[in-house]
């Protein structure tokens, strides 16, 4: 199975504060590489697919870069409704597999 | 507009087996390249996905739960069943289902959209 480390797990930062999130793969998973923000008692939102390419109607202050295994995702201006958990996702393979949260917090 | 929604027991007792069911609209089960996934979380933990299937009936398990977990659709009610035997408090989560799409035999496009989830817990 791919493994897919995360970090930070936990991050705090204030509003207007730019965040870089690290996924990195145990192994190459090319572009196949995705990102998801979740917020309690709300469906999963699909933030960023094929690594880089921003989802329809998803603020341009996200964005993603990286391919192989090492992989950001990046919040250029923090809103206060960014404050989430935040999942990577591979999709070379399968299991598909996802890592273990980065949960962002209002400092 | 491709809309899921997932459906099961709010409680099951430990030993059970769990019986979730997806019911898709907007797309055809019958899709070609398009198939429907289970993904889990615990309350407090990390997403885990589960298992996937496709039009031509392929499926895929998650490596730890392939023993316990059965995947099927049912292209003319536009549903897809998950069962998970054996079940255990752990096993207690927000089940959800979602759609993605095959890029090539082994490699998978992103989940979007997924449904709004079912939270399962297990306790007698």
């Known amino acids: 199975d791919i493994q897919m480390t995360q970090s930070p797990s936990s991050l705090s930062a204030s509003v207007g504060d730019g965040v870089t999130i690290t996924c990195r793969a145990s192994q190459t998973v090319s572009n196949f590489l995705n990102w998801y923000q979740l917020k309690p008692g709300k469906t999963p939102n699909l933030l960023i697919y094929s690594a880089s390419t921003l989802q329809s109607g998803v603020p341009s202050r996200f964005s993603g870069s990286g391919s192989g295994t090492d992989f950001t995702l990046t919040i250029s201006s923090l809103q206060p409704e960014d404050f989430a958990t935040y999942y990577c996702q591979q999709s070379y393979s399968t299991p598909i597999t996802f890592g273990q949260g980065t949960k962002l917090e209002i400092k | 507009q491709v809309t899921l929604k997932e459906s099961g027991p709010v409680l099951v007792k430990p030993t059970e087996t769990l019986t979730l069911t997806c019911s898709v609209s907007?797309?055809?089960?019958?899709?070609?390249?398009?198939?429907v996934t289970w993904i889990r979380q615990p309350p407090g933990k990390a997403l885990e996905w589960l298992a996937h299937i496709f039009s031509n009936d392929e499926k895929s398990y998650s490596t730890s739960l392939k023993s316990r977990l059965s995947i099927s659709k049912d292209t003319s009610k536009s549903r897809v069943v998950l069962t998970m035997t054996n079940m255990d408090p752990v096993d207690t989560a927000t089940y959800y289902c979602a759609t993605s799409s095959k890029y090539t035999i082994t490699t998978f496009t992103w989940f979007d959209p997924w449904g709004q989830g079912t939270l399962v817990t297990v306790s007698s």
């Open positions: 907007g797309f055809s089960l019958n899709n070609d390249k398009m198939g």
